[in-house]
């Protein structure tokens, strides 16, 4: 098939504004709220109000804009043009009460209800992990039980943190709990680190969820830890990335870091290998900006954010 000769997606020439230049949008998409025929919108979600240790992530969406801004037209990796496949805009930040989780739960699930109804693909720029449950509420709502892959050094199926049952701690659980997503279609990537207690990965096992630890995924290598994640994420399913899966020598601008992760090539190496699965959106959090060094986690978080959308190229039907 001939290349499209229009690209849906405006985007300045980088040869006549620089990549340095202008208002930043995610890859200097325009700013837009209006839905009708777009394809993808790029959510931020800026709400920290549900981490436990450090917190800053309220600042992650403004720095992976900021990060995003030399990502260009061609991923040769994938031998795609993803933002002339689709038209794709930058929605803006949801906003949320920096200082009541309930009702940033409440303005989450709202805005992103009105993309999901809109058939638009999510791409959400947290924030905590918290936000991942209106995430999934929005979406749940729409596409029914889903599968998740989640990539994290932390589980996140605790039952209660402080005495809470919201928080970065506690999202999955909840999700399950509410039948928003399916434990035996849910697979957890890249675990590791001290824990409160020895039960934690059997208390997650037990739910009916599948633990990939990061020690399993350099055991198995790449590519059979990406078969094993097809596997169990059959059907229509989300993708919740938590930054601290990489190792803080390459994602320091975290808000939990456990030390011995994957590198960032091996994150967007399983990144781009979920071209397979049927995704209905894509969640990246935990970037604290204020832990960062030399702007290399907001970097990569826009890489692996623009790598999540090269893989729907050829699998998702651009409208119009
Ligand atoms: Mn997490
Ligand atoms: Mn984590």
Same mark, same amino acid.
């Given at each position: 098939?001939?290349?499209d000769?229009?690209?849906r997606s405006?985007?300045?020439?980088?040869?006549?504004?620089?990549?340095?230049?202008?208002?930043?949008?995610?890859?200097?998409?325009?700013?837009?709220?209006?839905?009708?025929d777009v394809d993808v919108?790029?959510?931020?979600?800026?709400?920290?109000?549900?981490?436990?240790?450090?917190?800053?992530?309220?600042?992650?969406?403004?720095?992976?804009?900021?990060?995003?801004?030399?990502?260009?037209?061609?991923?040769?990796?994938?031998?795609?043009?993803p933002?002339a496949e689709f038209r794709v805009?930058?929605?803006?930040?949801?906003?949320?009460?920096?200082?009541?989780?309930?009702? +940033?739960? /409440?303005?989450?699930?709202?805005?992103?209800? %009105?993309?999901?109804?809109? #058939?638009?693909f999510?791409? @959400?720029?947290? $924030?905590?992990?918290?936000?991942?449950?209106?995430?999934?509420?929005?979406?749940?709502?729409?596409?029914?039980?889903?599968?998740?892959?989640?990539?994290?050094?932390?589980?996140?199926?605790?039952?209660?943190?402080?005495?809470?049952?919201? +928080?970065? /701690?506690?999202?999955?659980?909840?999700?399950? %709990?509410?039948?928003?997503? #399916?434990?035996?279609?849910? @697979?957890?990537? $890249?675990?590791?680190?001290?824990?409160?207690?020895?039960?934690?990965?059997?208390?997650?096992?037990?739910?009916?969820?599948?633990?990939?630890?990061?020690?399993?995924?350099?055991?198995?290598?790449?590519?059979?830890?990406?078969?094993?994640?097809?596997?169990?994420?059959?059907?229509?399913?989300?993708?919740?990335?938590?930054?601290?899966?990489?190792?803080?020598?390459?994602?320091? $601008?975290?808000?939990?870091?456990?030390?011995?992760?994957?590198?960032?090539?091996?994150?967007?190496?399983?990144?781009?290998?979920?071209?397979?699965?049927?995704?209905?959106?894509?969640?990246?959090?935990?970037?604290?900006?204020?832990?960062?060094?030399?702007?290399?986690?907001?970097?990569?978080?826009?890489?692996?954010?623009?790598?999540?959308?090269?893989?729907r190229v050829g699998?998702m039907r651009p409208k119009g």
């Amino acid at each position: 098939m001939p290349p499209d000769p229009s690209p849906r997606s405006e985007l300045p020439d980088g040869h006549v504004v620089p990549r340095f230049a202008g208002i930043s949008t995610f890859a200097h998409l325009p700013h837009s709220r209006e839905l009708h025929d777009v394809d993808v919108a790029v959510v931020g979600v800026p709400f920290d109000g549900g981490a436990s240790f450090r917190t800053g992530a309220r600042f992650g969406p403004q720095k992976i804009r900021a990060g995003s801004s030399l990502l260009r037209a061609f991923n040769p990796a994938l031998q795609v043009e993803p933002f002339a496949e689709f038209r794709v805009v930058d929605w803006g930040d949801v906003a949320c009460s920096p200082i009541s989780i309930e009702d +940033s739960f /409440a303005q989450i699930e709202q805005a992103l209800g %009105e993309v999901v109804r809109a #058939e638009v693909f999510p791409l @959400v720029l947290g $924030g905590d992990h918290s936000i991942s449950l209106p995430v999934l509420r929005a979406l749940a709502k729409r596409h029914g039980p889903l599968g998740l892959v989640h990539f994290d050094a932390h589980p996140d199926t605790w039952d209660v943190h402080f005495g809470r049952k919201y +928080s970065h /701690a506690t999202p999955f659980r909840r999700a399950i %709990e509410e039948g928003l997503i #399916e434990a035996h279609r849910y @697979v957890q990537v $890249g675990i590791r680190g001290s824990l409160p207690k020895a039960s934690d990965l059997d208390d997650a096992r037990g739910l009916g969820v599948t633990v990939l630890r990061t020690d399993d995924v350099v055991e198995m290598g790449l590519n059979a830890t990406l078969d094993r994640i097809r596997e169990i994420a059959t059907g229509r399913v989300h993708v919740s990335l938590d930054i601290d899966v990489v190792d803080p020598a390459f994602a320091p $601008g975290t808000g939990t870091p456990e030390v011995g992760g994957l590198s960032s090539r091996e994150i967007v190496r399983l990144v781009r290998g979920l071209g397979p699965l049927e995704l209905t959106g894509f969640d990246l959090v935990e970037v604290s900006p204020p832990y960062d060094h030399g702007e290399i986690t907001a970097i990569l978080a826009a890489n692996l954010v623009y790598e999540l959308l090269s893989t729907r190229v050829g699998r998702m039907r651009p409208k119009g």
